[in-house]
């Protein structure tokens, strides 16, 4: 089976720091992406990790480790626009592609 | 740009019924995936498909069932709608990967189920 936890909610102050956790675990992992959805909107594709490490991508970067089955994404220098659901999600080796319940980012001037 | 097109935005059905959602993708993509999403829940995944005819139940299929007769179409069939089937259904494609890597999803805009 497969168990993916990520907080519900979360705040913070436009220009500030945040950094979303998600813990899974799975067996057949093959990755961890991490997508944003704005409300009333389609999910969009922000990274993917595979191996160990962070990867950056402009104001966003994410991070995998995965002995600890432990990811995060960090966004730097908040904007009111990223004021969205980030979801979690793992990918396995027979393609399949699981999410949790993703976090509800609130951004505040 | 890859584009997944499903075929209604909003859709009203009666208990009983049969329906069927739609889902079209025009990049040459292997696997296709269907979704539910539901406040607090997530995306939970329903089926998917990583080749035409082939399929695999996700983690609630019931009530549930697919169809991939051709590669670009990926259709959700509600055999006999229920209330507990409102929803929004969301359908992704993306490229096969054997198994050997994973690559980008991409979603359609969804479909609001709501079944009276």
Same mark, same amino acid.
Request: with cysteine.
């Given at each position: !089976?497969?168990?993916?936890?990520?907080?519900?909610?979360?705040?913070?102050?436009? !220009?500030?720091?945040?950094?979303?956790?998600?813990?899974?675990?799975?067996?057949?992992?093959?990755?961890? +992406?991490?997508?944003?959805?704005?409300? !009333?909107?389609?999910?969009?594709?922000?990274?993917?990790?595979?191996?160990? !490490?962070?990867?950056? $991508?402009?104001? +966003? #970067? /994410? +991070?995998?480790?995965? /002995? $600890?089955?432990?990811?995060?994404?960090?966004? $730097?220098?908040?904007?009111? $626009?990223? #004021?969205?659901?980030?979801?979690c999600a793992v990918g396995h080796n027979t393609d399949k592609l699981i999410f949790g319940t993703g976090t509800r980012l609130q951004v505040f001037p | 740009d890859v584009k997944v097109t499903q075929s209604s935005r909003y859709l009203v059905k009666r208990t009983g019924e049969k329906v069927f959602l739609e889902c079209v993708q025009d990049m040459d993509h292997e696997n296709m995936f269907w979704y539910r999403q539901d406040p607090?829940?997530?995306? *939970?995944?329903?089926?998917? =498909?990583?080749?035409?005819?082939?399929?695999?139940?996700?983690?609630?299929?019931?009530?549930? =069932?697919?169809? *991939?007769?051709?590669?670009? *179409?990926? @259709?959700?069939?509600?055999?006999?709608? =229920?209330?507990?089937?409102? @929803?929004?259904?969301?359908?992704?494609?993306?490229?096969?990967?054997?198994?050997?890597?994973?690559?980008?999803?991409?979603?359609?805009?969804?479909? *609001?189920?709501?079944?009276?």
């Amino acid at each position: !089976g497969q168990n993916i936890d990520q907080p519900t909610e979360m705040t913070a102050t436009e !220009g500030a720091i945040v950094q979303i956790n998600c813990t899974y675990q799975t067996s057949g992992f093959n990755g961890l +992406f991490w997508y944003q959805q704005h409300a !009333g909107e389609a999910p969009t594709f922000l990274s993917y990790n595979v191996l160990d !490490g962070l990867e950056e $991508k402009g104001r +966003f #970067s /994410s +991070f995998l480790s995965r /002995s $600890k089955g432990y990811s995060y994404l960090l966004l $730097k220098e908040l904007q009111m $626009k990223d #004021s969205a659901s980030y979801l979690c999600a793992v990918g396995h080796n027979t393609d399949k592609l699981i999410f949790g319940t993703g976090t509800r980012l609130q951004v505040f001037p | 740009d890859v584009k997944v097109t499903q075929s209604s935005r909003y859709l009203v059905k009666r208990t009983g019924e049969k329906v069927f959602l739609e889902c079209v993708q025009d990049m040459d993509h292997e696997n296709m995936f269907w979704y539910r999403q539901d406040p607090g829940l997530g995306l *939970r995944l329903i089926y998917f =498909s990583y080749d035409v005819k082939m399929k695999e139940k996700g983690d609630i299929p019931e009530g549930y =069932s697919v169809s *991939r007769e051709k590669k670009e *179409r990926f @259709s959700l069939i509600l055999e006999s709608a =229920s209330t507990n089937q409102t @929803s929004m259904y969301l359908c992704a494609s993306q490229v096969g990967t054997g198994g050997g890597g994973n690559t980008e999803a991409f979603f359609g805009q969804g479909t *609001r189920l709501t079944v009276v």
